[in-house]
């Protein structure tokens, strides 16, 4: 196999020497390993372990999970924009206008490069409080200082079926024109394997499911499907969980409506610093993280057997857990 490198460069494909389970990607011409009990991709074992071992949690700290194509840019958008609503209370120069939010909401995976571990770890100390990154990570693979801490985690959660969609058209468009395309049946089939980037998709949504069932008040369970039928509803509730609740004075000023309207698909995609170049130093177009933005689209996707297999994954899978999605036929 070639090499391929990671956003700083490094080809940990050939790094890695840990003993690890190893299997295609589905959709990516690096392997994934399975590292911690969860499919890693190969290029970001380093950075992870960097991650785990080097992160610093400050209490004001928030962190947006996810697992890959669930609305992460979303809602990493919207506790942008509601952490930081009195600092940025007119739309006017807001960050979110000029930045993409995976710019403003760092991956914790890529805060770690392999040069001068403390020049990161200052870099980090001096970022403006509160500190809001992202991850992919799933919850118990997260670094001490966030699991034994009262850090706030918001975990966007979606609906398997669209989440699948997602991925697919996703990855199939950033992958190198060289790799050859996993056709929709294939992907599905590792999906439904749980052979997925941070996969399995059930476990890592169990993970995060059962810590806010325990731990109410540190992690925030949140559906996508949810967050699009009612948003402004669970904007007031992010910022309560977050400690940020709006005054009676911003909530009569619009101000809900207007993070609302500036976290939006349509305004989002339409942003010239979202519709151009790419994110980081990686090659990943800013544009293709936007698609259709909506529920429900795995109904243009779905063959019935495909429904049938993926209903029955669903319902084994999350048994007695208390976490549901609508059922599809
Ligand atoms: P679709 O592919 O179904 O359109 P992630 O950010 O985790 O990669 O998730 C990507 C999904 O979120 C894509 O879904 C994308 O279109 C959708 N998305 C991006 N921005 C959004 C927004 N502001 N509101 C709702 N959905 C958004």
């Not at 610093?273 to 993280?289: D, T």
Request: with cysteine; aromatic share 14%; net charge negative.
């Amino acid at each position: 196999m070639a090499a391929f490198t990671n956003v700083y460069g490094e080809n940990t494909e050939e790094k890695t020497t840990l003993p690890l389970q190893k299997e295609k990607s589905w959709a990516q011409p690096y392997p994934l390993y399975l590292f911690q009990d969860f499919w890693c991709p190969g290029i970001h074992i380093d950075a992870v372990q960097r991650f785990q071992q080097h992160f610093q949690s400050k209490e004001s700290d928030v962190i947006v999970a996810s697992f890959p194509k669930s609305g992460t840019i979303w809602m990493k958008a919207l506790a942008f924009a509601i952490s930081n609503h009195q600092r940025f209370s007119s739309l006017e120069g807001h960050p979110l206008l000029t930045s993409n939010p995976h710019e403003l909401v760092p991956f914790m995976e890529f805060t770690f490069g392999p040069d001068d571990i403390q020049d990161h770890i200052l870099r980090l100390a001096n970022m403006a409080e509160p500190r809001i990154f992202g991850t992919h990570t799933p919850f118990p693979s997260l670094p001490k200082s966030i699991k034994d801490s009262n850090i706030k985690v918001i975990y966007i959660c979606r609906d398997p079926f669209d989440n699948f969609v997602s991925a697919w058209a996703y990855f199939n468009k950033i992958k190198p024109v060289s790799f050859p395309p996993v056709s929709k049946e294939e992907a599905f089939e590792m999906y439904c394997n749980g052979v997925v980037d941070y996969g399995p998709w059930w476990s890592h949504m169990l993970g995060y499911w059962n810590e806010s069932v325990a731990k109410p008040n540190k992690v925030m369970f949140m559906k996508y499907e949810d967050l699009k039928e009612d948003t402004s509803f669970h904007v007031k509730r992010i910022a309560e969980f977050l400690g940020v609740p709006f005054t009676e004075e911003e909530e009569s000023s619009g101000m809900i409506e207007n993070i609302i309207k500036l976290c939006s698909f349509e305004k989002m995609k339409d942003l010239e610093v979202n519709k151009s170049g790419v994110i980081g130093r990686g090659s990943i177009e800013k544009k293709n993280f936007f698609r259709k933005g909506d529920n429900g689209d795995w109904v243009n996707h779905f063959s019935p057997p495909m429904t049938e297999k993926l209903s029955k994954i669903v319902d084994e899978k999350l048994s007695g857990s208390g976490l549901s999605f609508k059922k599809h036929s």
